[in-house]
Each structure stands twice: as C-alpha cells, then as structure tokens.
C-alpha cells in the first residue's frame, strides 16, 4: 500500500466515511473531520509511519493532499538518514 | 519552601497553567521533567526558561491518553534519574459539546487524558517515590460542579480526577505521599480562548470578587505550596484558586429596601 493509500484508510476509519470518497483535494470538513478526528489521525499517522508532525505544521495543512505530502517527505527524509 | 535536590514530572508543562508551574518550582531549586504532546517548540521553549533558573530540564513526548506512552515516559524518567518526588498531572484536553452531542469518542478521549492518566501517572510515579515520599497535585476546574454550556464532559473527567484524588490521597499516604488538586476557575490561557470566542473582550470575562482574572502564576503558588512540606497534613484536598468566584451570590447585585 502506498503511504496515500495508508493514511486515506486511517481517516476513513476514523471518520467513519467511505475512504473512496477522500481525495487529495478534499478538506477535513468535507471529510466530515472534526477537530478531535484530525488529532487522532495525526497520532494514527505519526505511529504507523514513526514520525513527528508538530501542530504548527498540521494547521498549515488545508487538505487530504497538503497532510499526505507532508508525510511523505518526512517518510523520504527518514529513509535518507 | 525549597526543593533543591527534588525532581518534578509536570505533565503538559510545555504551556499554560503547566509552564508556570514547572517555572516556580524550578525557581525554587527542582529539576523538572516537562512531558508535552503535540508542541515540542513549545516545550523547548519552557525547559530553556527553566534552565536559566539554574535547575535541570528534560522534555519527554507522551501522550497520557495512551497507557503505553505513559509507561515508556515513566521508564525514561526511572532509566535516567531513578526516582521522582513531585508529580503534576495537569495535562487535560477535551471536547467541547453539548451534552446530546458528546459521543462515546468525545468521552473516551476527555477521560482517558483528563482522567485516567491522572491514576496511571500516579501509580507509576509512586513506584519511583519509594522510599523518599512524594507529592500528586493533579488540576482541575470550577467546571467539576459548576455547569458551563458544551463543558460537560470535561467537567464529568474533573470530578472524577477529584474522586480519584481522594482515593490516592488515602491509599499512598502510607507511603508518605501527599495527594490534592487544585481547581481554578477561569484562568487565562489558550484553553479558554478555545471554549469562549476569542473575540470575548476581557472586559466581558468574569471577573472575581477579588477584582482581576486569576493568573497562570496564581494557580502555580498554591500548587508549589502543596508541594511543600508545610502542607504535609493537607491530603485528598481540592483547593479553590477563583478570587472567590465560586461563593458570589449573583443576588447580591439585587438593592436591599431598609
Ligand atoms: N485555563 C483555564 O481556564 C483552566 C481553568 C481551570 C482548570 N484548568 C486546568 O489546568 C490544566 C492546564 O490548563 P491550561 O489552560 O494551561 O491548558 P492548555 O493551555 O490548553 O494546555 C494544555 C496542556 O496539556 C497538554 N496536553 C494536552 N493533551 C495532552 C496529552 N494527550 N498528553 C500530554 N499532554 C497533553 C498540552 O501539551 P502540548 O502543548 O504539547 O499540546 C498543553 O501543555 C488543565 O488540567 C486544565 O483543565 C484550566
């Protein structure tokens, strides 16, 4: 599974919606993520993946695309160390 | 009232009510362990300011909400240090809803953070204050008997922590630890602005009969006193920091005819 398709499943899961429906442009509103979902989803993220992701960055993040991004360089940036 | 030589764990100790008490009790000689969650920035922030005070500063990402997190900060503070003498739970989130909105999400995660971290920091803390004694202060708020619009569930996770309190309280002072909480009313923080809109001018804000809003540092006082020998026959206590708020009488404002 490609770390897009990891963390599409964690939200679906989370936000109980049907992961087909969250695309790269979708905003957490439009996957009906409350604040209390974004934060568990961060942890989920953080601990599959074994990163950090500090909250000055998640609120930079205005949607699907922007968090899945992130992730995946900070997955890149891991793998290089 | 010095703590030289005493190590201090104060959870969420990055910001807030937290900050403010790692700072006066590292101004009065302890080393101080600050656990923080999802603001490291932040963190490094307060244990830098706790080092200008001449004490050691240890910062420790853990969310309390989740046992195995809890269980991997105490076996660092046991590898690194061995003991612990002063144990804060002041780490609390939660989810602001009315009462018919609050599902079983909201629920778990306010009592899990606010409530049963509180009981598991506690247990691991007292195994590393064996044999020395220690101190529990845990927070909470006017909110565990006065009832605030979408405040319930938090205020359902603070009158447990004040329960539970009284239970440590009982079952660990054989082993000399002191066990109370401090409940504040509107203090002024981040947390408040996220339960009242921002745009909420502080002159709106109530204020207590004592005339202003109660401060980060006036909640930090009564905590550090606790944590002092001189409180040693206080135990299960919930100490109110509210400028006496919480005993106004709203129909005091009513004009008495002589
Ligand atoms: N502010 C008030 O008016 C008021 C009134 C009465 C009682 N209190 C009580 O006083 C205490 C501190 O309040 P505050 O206003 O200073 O809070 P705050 O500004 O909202 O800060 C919350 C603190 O708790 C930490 N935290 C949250 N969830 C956590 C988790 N799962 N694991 C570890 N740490 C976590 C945060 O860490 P990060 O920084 O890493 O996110 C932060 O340090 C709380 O128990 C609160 O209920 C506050």
């Known amino acids: 599974m490609t770390i897009e398709e990891q963390i599409r499943e964690i939200m679906a899961r989370i936000t109980h919606v049907d992961g087909s429906i969250i695309r790269r442009e979708s905003t957490f509103k439009d996957i009906k993520a409350d604040s209390l979902d974004v934060v568990q989803a961060l942890v989920a993220v953080e601990e599959t993946f074994g990163i950090e992701i500090p909250d000055e960055e998640a609120q930079k993040f205005q949607n699907f695309g922007d968090f899945v991004s992130y992730v995946e360089n900070q997955v890149a940036q891991k793998e290089k160390v | ?258």
Not at chain 2, 50 to 69: C, M, S
Not at chain 2, 114 to 136: D, F, H, P, V, Y
Not at chain 2, 192 to 219: C, H, N, S, W
């Open chain 2, 1 to 258: 009232m010095s703590l030289e030589g005493k190590l201090a764990l104060v959870t969420g100790g990055g910001r807030g009510i937290g900050r403010a008490i790692a700072l006066k009790l590292a101004s009065q000689g302890a080393d101080i362990v600050i656990n923080f969650f999802r603001r490291r920035d932040t963190a490094e922030q307060t244990a830098k300011e706790v080092q200008a005070l001449g004490v050691k500063a240890e910062i420790i990402r853990a969310n309390v909400g989740d046992p195995a997190k809890i269980d991997e900060m105490f076996g660092v503070i046991g590898d690194k240090f061995g003991h612990l003498d002063i144990l804060i739970s002041n780490a609390a989130s939660g989810v602001g809803r009315p009462i018919m909105e609050v599902d079983v999400k909201a629920w778990e995660w306010t009592m899990d953070i606010n409530t049963r971290a509180c009981l598991l920091c506690s247990q691991r803390a007292a195994r590393l204050m064996e044999g020395r004694g220690g101190k529990i202060v845990s927070l909470s708020s006017l909110g565990s008997f006065l009832v605030w619009p979408t405040y319930a569930v938090v205020g359902v996770s603070k009158a447990a922590l004040e329960a539970l309190t009284r239970y440590l309280a009982i079952e660990l002072a054989p082993l000399g630890i002191c066990v109370n909480t401090v409940a504040a009313s509107f203090v002024e923080t981040e947390a408040l602005k996220f339960y009242f809109d921002e745009q909420l001018g502080k002159d709106k804000l109530p204020i207590t009969p004592a005339g202003r809003m109660v401060t980060t540092e006036d909640v930090a006082n009564v905590v550090a006193f606790l944590c002092s020998e001189e409180a040693f026959m206080i135990r299960g206590q919930t100490i109110i920091v509210d400028g006496g708020f919480s005993i106004y009488n709203p129909l005091s404002v009513l004009e008495r005819k002589d």
